[in-house]
């Protein structure tokens, strides 16, 4: 499994509509990677959380994820759409 599918896995056991999630994954320099997390409007508050504690926690599996298979830094942008 690589960074984009645990990401994906991570946020779609969190929403509501599974189908419409969308991860991915952009090399901005030879050190950094962005992941990022396209969430339907109405499920960003379940991806937030309260006082975005849900969103630290994902950040925090993430690069933990990535770097127990030490890839570059990554950066996690969660958006809406």
Known sequence: MDVVNFAEYLVKSIV????????????ADEDVTILEILVPTDDMGRVIGKNGKTSTALRTLIQAYAAVHKMPKVKINIDSF
């Open 16 to 27: 509501k509509d599974k189908d419409l999630i969308k991860v991915s994954l952009f090399e």
